[in-house]
C-alpha cells in the first residue's frame, strides 16, 4: 500500500482526459440526466447520444428487454439531429469541467463528413466517435462490417475535420481486427470496441418478437467475454489506444479490459443497474493502481498479453 | 432524485400474490411528488440484471418511509417479495412527473384498476391533506373480491367509493367503465386520473374526452435507465413522436397519447 | 386444456426423432455419464463429442471460465480418435433406444470425409453433424466463415455418406445466412444453429487470460438472443429444419426457439446447472403442446415471424 | 450418483469465513465414499450459472445427512453461506473417485492445509469404523489458528495429531512438510493420504516418493459438468494426457501426476 497518487491520464490525439473513464454513447443520454446523482467532472470524458443530420423519432416499442445478464435495446438513433443537439444539449453540458464525445450516426459518406464539420466547427466538442457499428437502423452496420467502407469512411471524415476521431466498431463481424486495421490505416486516431451484438428476444406468451424492431442490440455483463476478446485481438494489431465497452459493471471488469489492451473503457448498461457505476469505477482505479505500485495507466495496459 | 440504500421494514401479502413493502427512505419521501416512482435494485447478480419500476403508494414525510404495492409477475417481482425484512434494497428515486394536481372547482374521479391502484392512493393521500380537501370519488375495478389490493387504503382517502368485480364477488357485477359512466353522467368531475390495465385506460381517456372531463393516466413501459437517459421506455404521443414514460411520464394528459398506436403495440 | 396427445416427432433425411430434444455435442460426453441420473431413450437424439481422425489430448487447463450467465471453454477437442469411439464409446449407447449423432471435426477436407466414411460404414449412428464452427483449435472455425470453404466441405461429405447431414453453424460471421444458404444447397439436410461465441476472461489476480488457451467458446444463458437472432435470420433463408442451440436452459427457452424457426432443439450448458434440464424440457414441450391444442410440431416452428 | 433437492438443516461459522453446512440427503450419504464429493447449485438465477463442487466432510450414514466445509472464496461461495437453514439446495452426487483404503499395515498419514481437512475428515471417520482400525497420524497446517477449521473433528479420529501455524499461533511454528519430515523418519508410514493448497500437496507428493511412500492427493479445478462428460476440468498426468479431476478423481495416486505442469498451469 502507498500513498503515491497514481497518474491515470490518457491522451487521444489532442483530448486530453484526467482518467480513462468514460461513459458509453446511448447510455448517459446528453450526460445532464445524470447531474442530479454525481459530479460529471470526475469523469475521463461523457460520450453522448448519436447523432443524425436530421431528427430521428426511433423504433416503435417496447425497445427493451432484458434477457440473461443482459439486455436487448432496439431504440432506433431516437435523437433531435445535429442542429439541435449543438444548440440546445451541448451548452447544457458545457457547465461540466469534462471532455464531451460526439457520437455520429450517417446515412451515407456524406453525410458523416456534414456531421463531422458541423461538430467541428461548433466548438462545444472535444472528439468525434463514429458509430459505424449501430444494429438497430438500416445499413447502420454496413461501414462497419466491410473494411474497404471502413477505411473509405473514416479518411473522408478524417480530412473533414481536425478534432480526434474515434472509431466504434461491431463484434457482429467475422474478423474485426481487418475493420480496425482498415480504421486505423484511415487515420483513426482511437478505436472503441464494441458495440452491441445482433439479438433477439421471443415474447413466447404473444409468440413473436418482443422487441418491437424485433432485432436489438445486445449489450451488459453477458457479452463482456466477447468484447473482452475483441479488445485482445485488436491489441495485437493496432497501435492506437483502444477503448473497452462491453459488459464492464466494476473496477475489476474494467481492470479486465486494461490488462486486455484498453487503455480507456466506457460504460454502459451498468450505469441502468448502479447509476455512480462509472465514478466508482474511477475511485477503484485510482486505489488499485496506488495499492500495486502502479505509476501509470501504461504500466497496466494489455499486461495480460504474453 | 437519489440514488440510496434503504432497510426493508415490513413486506406483507395484502392479496395473492401482492405484497405491500415499507422502505426507511427519507430522502426520497421527503421530494416525493404523487404519480412519481422509484427504481429498485432486486438481487446483487446480474441475473436479473435491470432495476424494476414501482409507484409510490404512499410517502410518510414524517416518519421517512415510502409504502410500495408490488405484484408477483415475473423473476424480478418474485425475488423482491421474498427480499427479507431488514434486507437493504438499492432505490433510485423519486423518478418522473407525477399527477398535477386539480385546479379549479369540482369532483376528482380516480379510477383504478387492480395493482393500479397504488399511485391514486398516494394522490388521494396529497389532495387529503389540502388545505380544502377536493371531493374524492374513487372507482375500484377488479376481477374479482380478491384482486382488490389495498381498497382500505383507498377508499379511506376517497369521500365516495364505488366497487366493481367482474365476477361480482364484491360490489358492483361488471366493469369499471360501467361505473364511471354512471359518475360522468352526473355531470360533476372537474378531472379524471386513472392507473390500471392499458385496454381500461383507454376506454377511461375516451369516455373522458367524450365528456370534456381533463383525464391524467399512469403509464408502465420496460425501462433501461429511468431517468430519461436512455430513451427505452417511450410511448406513442399523439403528435406522431414519442414520450418517455419515465421522465415525461409516467402520468400523462390521455390526450397527448396515440392510444391506436400504444394498444397496438401491445399485442 | 386437452388430453390429446401432440405429435411432436421430426424428420431429418433418414433419421426419425420422436421429439425434437437433443443434446448438444461436446456437453453429453459419449451419452452413458448421464445414464444413471435419466432415461436417455427419452430423448429425440444424442449428440455425442468431436470425433477427430487421431486421439487429441486437447488444452492445457484451465479449460473453463464462469462468465455472467455463461461459461467459456477451450477443451480443443480432447477424445480418443475415431476407432476408438467407434469400438469403445458407440457400442455403449447401442443399449439405449436413442437415435446418435456423431460430431465429426477434421482438419481438411479429405480428412471430414475420412471421418464420414469411417462413422458410415460402422453402422451405430444415425446422422453425421460436421462441426465446422469450433473456436478452440487453429483452423477450427475456417470451414464456417467462408461460404466457398463451407459448400465444397459439405458437397464432398454428402457425396461420401448417405447418412443424413447435419451442418453446426458459428455466430462469428458476418453473415451467418450466407454461411446456412452454401450449406444448404451443397446438401446439408439440416443445420445447427449455433456453436459457441469466441470470447475471454482475464484472471485479474494473475494478469493473465484465465484459461489455459486464452480463448474459449463462450455458452450458457447469455448467448440465448445471439443464437435466437442466428435461428431467425437463417430461418428466413432455407427450408431444412433447423436445429436450436445456445443457452436454452428451460421449456420456454426451447418454445423461443421453435416460434423463432427451430425443428429441435439441443440443450448444452444447462445439463450441467440441471443434469435432466434436457428431459424436463421433452415433457414441458409436451405439456405445452397438449395445453394449447397444437397437433404437432410444425404448427409452432416460426410462429413468430411475421 | 443421484440429483435431488436437499434441505439445509444446519449452516455455522466454524472459523473465520469458513462455514460447516449440514443437508439431509439420506441417498447420497448412503452412497458415499470418503473423498468423494457434491455439485451444489447455489441460486436459482444464471448469475452464478455454474455448479460448485464440494467435497463431503462427514457422511452419515445412520441418519442420512451430509456435512460441508464452505470457504468462502468469492461470489458462489457467498451465496452459498448466505442460504438460510431450511432452504433447499440442489445437490448432485456423490461424485469422483475417493481414497483407496490403506490394504497393508503400518501407519496411516493424513498431511491436511486449511481446507482441504473436509475429505481427510471422511476419510479418517472411514477408517475409524473398521474392524481393525488403521493407527493414524493426523498433520494438519495452517497461516495461524484461526484457520484450523475443524480441527476438533479431525483431531478427534486421529490417533496422534500434530498442528503446525506459520506464525506459531497454535501448535510448531513452521509448515507442515517439516512436521512431515520427521513422520516420514520415524519409517513407520505405510500410506499417506493430502488435501490442501497445490504447492503444499506438491512438496508433499515429493516427500513420500522419495520416502517410497504411497501418497494420494485431492486435487481441485474448476468444473462444468461434475460428473466426466465435458472434459472441463483436467490436470496434467504423469504419462503426458489429461486426467478428469470429476471423474478419475478428485483422488489420484501423486505418481500418476505431471506435477511441473500443474503447477505451471496455475501460475
Ligand atoms: C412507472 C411504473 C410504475 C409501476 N408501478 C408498479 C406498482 O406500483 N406495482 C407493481 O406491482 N408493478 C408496478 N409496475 C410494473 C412493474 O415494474 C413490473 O411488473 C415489473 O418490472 C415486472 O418485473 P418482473 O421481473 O417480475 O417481470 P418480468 O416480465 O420477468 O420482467 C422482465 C423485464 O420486463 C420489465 N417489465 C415487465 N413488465 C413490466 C411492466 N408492466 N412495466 C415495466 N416494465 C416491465 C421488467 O422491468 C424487466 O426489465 C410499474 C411499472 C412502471 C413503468
Ligand atoms: C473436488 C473438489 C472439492 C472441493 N471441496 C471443497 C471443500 O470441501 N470446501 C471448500 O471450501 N471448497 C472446496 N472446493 C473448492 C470450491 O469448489 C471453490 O472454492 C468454489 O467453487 C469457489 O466458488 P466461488 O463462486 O466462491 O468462487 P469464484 O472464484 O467466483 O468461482 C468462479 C468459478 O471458478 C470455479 N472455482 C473457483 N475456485 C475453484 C476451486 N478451487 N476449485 C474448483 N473450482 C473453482 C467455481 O466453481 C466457479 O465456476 C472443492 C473443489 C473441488 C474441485
Ligand atoms: C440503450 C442503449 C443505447 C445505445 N445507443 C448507442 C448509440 O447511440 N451509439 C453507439 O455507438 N452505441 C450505442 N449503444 C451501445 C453502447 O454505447 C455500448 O457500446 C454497448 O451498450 C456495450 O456496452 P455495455 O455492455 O457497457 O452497455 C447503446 C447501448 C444501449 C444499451
Ligand atoms: C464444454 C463444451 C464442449 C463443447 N464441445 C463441442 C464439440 O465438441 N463440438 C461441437 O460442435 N460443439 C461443442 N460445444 C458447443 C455446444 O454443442 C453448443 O453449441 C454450445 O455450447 C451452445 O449451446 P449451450 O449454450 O446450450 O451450451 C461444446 C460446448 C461446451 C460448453
Ligand atoms: S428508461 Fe431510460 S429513458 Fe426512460
Ligand atoms: S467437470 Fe465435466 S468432465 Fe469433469
Same mark, same amino acid.
Given at each position: 500500500?502507498?500513498?503515491?497518487?497514481?497518474?491515470?491520464?490518457?491522451?487521444?490525439?489532442?483530448?486530453?482526459?484526467?482518467?480513462?473513464?468514460?461513459?458509453?454513447?446511448?447510455?448517459? *443520454?446528453?450526460?445532464v440526466?445524470?447531474?442530479? +446523482?454525481?459530479?460529471?467532472?470526475?469523469?475521463?470524458?461523457?460520450?453522448?447520444?448519436?447523432?443524425?443530420?436530421?431528427?430521428?423519432?426511433?423504433n416503435?416499442p417496447?425497445?427493451?428487454?432484458?434477457?440473461?445478464a443482459?439486455m436487448?435495446?432496439?431504440?432506433?438513433?431516437?435523437?433531435?439531429?445535429?442542429?439541435?443537439?449543438?444548440?440546445?444539449? +451541448?451548452?447544457?453540458?458545457?457547465?461540466?469541467?469534462v471532455?464531451?464525445?460526439?457520437?455520429?450516426?450517417?446515412?451515407?459518406?456524406d453525410?458523416?463528413?456534414?456531421?463531422?464539420?458541423?461538430?467541428?466547427?461548433?466548438?462545444?466538442?472535444?472528439?468525434?466517435?463514429?458509430?459505424?457499428?449501430?444494429?438497430?437502423?438500416e445499413?447502420?452496420?454496413?461501414?462497419?462490417?466491410?473494411?474497404?467502407?471502413?477505411?473509405?469512411?473514416? *479518411?473522408?471524415?478524417?480530412?473533414?475535420?481536425? +478534432?480526434?476521431?474515434?472509431?466504434?466498431l461491431?463484434?457482429?463481424?467475422?474478423?474485426?481486427?481487418?475493420?480496425?486495421?482498415? =480504421?486505423?490505416?484511415?487515420?483513426?486516431?482511437?478505436?472503441s470496441v464494441?458495440?452491441?451484438?445482433?439479438?433477439?428476444?421471443?415474447?413466447?406468451?404473444?409468440?413473436?418478437?418482443?422487441?418491437g424492431?424485433?432485432?436489438?442490440?445486445?449489450?451488459?455483463?453477458a457479452?463482456?467475454?466477447v468484447?473482452?476478446?475483441?479488445?485482445?485481438?485488436?491489441?495485437?494489431?493496432?497501435?492506437?489506444?483502444?477503448?473497452?465497452?462491453?459488459?464492464?459493471?466494476?473496477?475489476?471488469? =474494467?481492470?479486465?479490459?486494461?490488462?486486455?489492451?484498453?487503455?480507456?473503457v466506457?460504460?454502459?448498461?451498468?450505469?441502468?443497474?448502479?447509476?455512480?457505476?462509472?465514478?466508482?469505477?474511477?475511485?477503484?482505479?485510482?486505489?488499485?493502481?496506488?495499492?500495486?505500485d502502479?505509476?501509470d495507466?501504461?504500466?497496466?495496459?494489455?499486461?495480460?498479453?504474453? | 432524485?437519489?440514488?440510496?440504500?434503504?432497510?426493508?421494514?415490513?413486506?406483507?401479502?395484502?392479496a395473492?400474490? @401482492?405484497?405491500?413493502?415499507?422502505?426507511?427512505?427519507?430522502?426520497?419521501?421527503?421530494?416525493?411528488?404523487?404519480?412519481?416512482?422509484v @427504481?429498485?435494485?432486486?438481487?446483487?447478480?446480474?441475473?436479473?440484471?435491470?432495476r424494476?419500476?414501482?409507484?409510490?403508494?404512499?410517502?410518510?414525510?414524517?416518519?421517512?418511509?415510502?409504502?410500495? #404495492?408490488?405484484q408477483?409477475?415475473?423473476?424480478?417481482?418474485?425475488?423482491?417479495?421474498? $427480499?427479507?425484512?431488514? %434486507?437493504?434494497?438499492?432505490?433510485?428515486?423519486?423518478?418522473?412527473?407525477?399527477?398535477?394536481l386539480? $385546479?379549479g372547482?369540482?369532483?376528482? #374521479?380516480?379510477?383504478?384498476?387492480?395493482?393500479?391502484?397504488?399511485?391514486?392512493?398516494?394522490?388521494?393521500?396529497?389532495?387529503r391533506?389540502?388545505? @380544502?380537501?377536493?371531493?374524492?370519488?374513487?372507482?375500484?375495478? %377488479?376481477?374479482?373480491?380478491?384482486?382488490?389490493?389495498?381498497?382500505?387504503?383507498?377508499?379511506?382517502?376517497c369521500?365516495?367509493?364505488?366497487?366493481?368485480?367482474?365476477?361480482?364477488?364484491?360490489?358492483?357485477?361488471?366493469?369499471?367503465?360501467?361505473a364511471?359512466?354512471?359518475?360522468?353522467?352526473?355531470?360533476?368531475a372537474?378531472?379524471?386520473?386513472?392507473?390500471?390495465?392499458?385496454a381500461?385506460?383507454?376506454?377511461? /381517456?375516451?369516455?373522458?374526452?367524450?365528456?370534456?372531463?381533463?383525464?391524467?393516466?399512469?403509464?408502465?413501459?420496460?425501462?433501461?435507465?429511468?431517468?430519461?437517459?436512455?430513451?427505452?421506455?417511450?410511448?406513442? /404521443?399523439?403528435?406522431?413522436?414519442y414520450?418517455?414514460v419515465?421522465?415525461?411520464?409516467?402520468?400523462f394528459a390521455?390526450?397527448?397519447?396515440?392510444?391506436?398506436?400504444i394498444?397496438s403495440?401491445?399485442?
Open positions: 500500500m502507498t500513498s503515491s497518487s497514481p497518474d491515470l491520464s490518457l491522451q487521444i490525439g489532442s483530448l486530453q482526459m484526467k482518467n480513462p473513464v468514460m461513459t458509453a454513447s446511448g447510455t448517459f *443520454g446528453y450526460g440526466e445524470y447531474a442530479e +446523482l454525481f459530479d460529471m467532472s470526475k469523469l475521463g470524458a461523457v460520450v453522448i447520444k448519436a447523432a443524425t443530420m436530421k431528427p430521428r423519432v426511433g416503435p417496447p425497445r427493451i428487454a432484458e434477457t440473461p443482459g436487448l435495446n432496439a431504440i432506433g438513433l431516437q435523437n433531435p439531429g445535429a442542429d439541435a443537439v449543438i444548440s440546445e444539449k +451541448l451548452p447544457q453540458l458545457a457547465e461540466y469541467d471532455p464531451v464525445i460526439v457520437n455520429l450516426s450517417g446515412e451515407s459518406v453525410e458523416y463528413v456534414q456531421l463531422a464539420e458541423k461538430f467541428s466547427a461548433c466548438g462545444q466538442v472535444d472528439a468525434l466517435e463514429l458509430n459505424i457499428s449501430c444494429p438497430n437502423v445499413h447502420g452496420m454496413d461501414f462497419g462490417t466491410r473494411p474497404e467502407l471502413t477505411a473509405e469512411l473514416v *479518411g473522408k471524415v478524417r480530412a473533414a475535420s481536425d +478534432l480526434p476521431l474515434i472509431t466504434k461491431s463484434p457482429n463481424v467475422t474478423d474485426i481486427t481487418e475493420i480496425a486495421v482498415a =480504421a486505423v490505416d484511415a487515420g483513426s486516431d482511437a478505436l464494441i458495440n452491441t451484438l445482433l439479438g433477439i428476444s421471443i415474447d413466447v406468451e404473444r409468440r413473436r418478437p418482443l422487441l424492431n424485433v432485432t436489438g442490440g445486445l449489450s451488459g455483463p457479452i463482456k467475454p468484447a473482452l476478446r475483441c479488445v485482445w485481438q485488436v491489441y495485437e494489431q493496432v497501435d492506437v489506444p483502444i477503448i473497452g465497452v462491453g459488459g464492464i459493471m466494476n473496477t475489476r471488469d =474494467a481492470l479486465e479490459f486494461i490488462m486486455a489492451g484498453a487503455s480507456a466506457a460504460v454502459g448498461t451498468a450505469t441502468f443497474v448502479n447509476p455512480t457505476a462509472s465514478v466508482e469505477i474511477v475511485a477503484g482505479l485510482q486505489q488499485y493502481f496506488a495499492e500495486h502502479l505509476p495507466l501504461g504500466a497496466l495496459v494489455g499486461a495480460a498479453h504474453p | 432524485m437519489v440514488s440510496v440504500e434503504c432497510e426493508l421494514l415490513s413486506n406483507e401479502e395484502d395473492p400474490g @401482492h405484497y405491500v413493502m415499507a422502505l426507511a427512505a427519507p430522502e426520497i419521501a421527503a421530494e416525493a411528488q404523487p404519480g412519481q416512482f @427504481h429498485l435494485r432486486t438481487p446483487r447478480t446480474f441475473d436479473p440484471l435491470l424494476r419500476p414501482f409507484s409510490i403508494m404512499l410517502a410518510d414525510k414524517v416518519h421517512g418511509h415510502l409504502r410500495l #404495492l408490488a408477483v409477475v415475473g423473476r424480478g417481482t418474485e425475488i423482491l417479495v421474498n $427480499t427479507p425484512v431488514g %434486507a437493504k434494497l438499492e432505490v433510485l428515486g423519486p423518478l418522473g412527473t407525477g399527477f398535477p386539480p $385546479t372547482d369540482g369532483d376528482v #374521479l380516480m379510477v383504478a384498476g387492480g395493482v393500479g391502484v397504488a399511485p391514486l392512493i398516494s394522490l388521494a393521500d396529497a389532495l391533506g389540502f388545505e @380544502h380537501p377536493a371531493y374524492i370519488r374513487g372507482l375500484f375495478g %377488479a376481477a374479482d373480491e380478491d384482486m382488490l389490493v389495498c381498497w382500505i387504503e383507498f377508499a379511506g382517502r369521500d365516495e367509493f364505488y366497487v366493481t368485480t367482474e365476477d361480482g364477488s364484491a360490489g358492483e357485477r361488471g366493469l369499471i367503465t360501467e364511471l359512466a354512471q359518475q360522468l353522467d352526473r355531470g360533476q372537474a378531472v379524471a386520473y386513472t392507473c390500471g390495465p392499458v381500461m385506460m383507454a376506454a377511461v /381517456a375516451q369516455m373522458c374526452g367524450d365528456a370534456d372531463v381533463p383525464c391524467y393516466c399512469s403509464l408502465e413501459q420496460r425501462m433501461g435507465c429511468g431517468i430519461g437517459a436512455c430513451l427505452g421506455c417511450v410511448i406513442a /404521443a399523439a403528435d406522431g413522436g414520450l418517455r419515465c421522465k415525461d411520464g409516467p402520468v390521455t390526450d397527448r397519447l396515440d392510444w391506436e398506436a394498444l403495440d401491445q399485442q
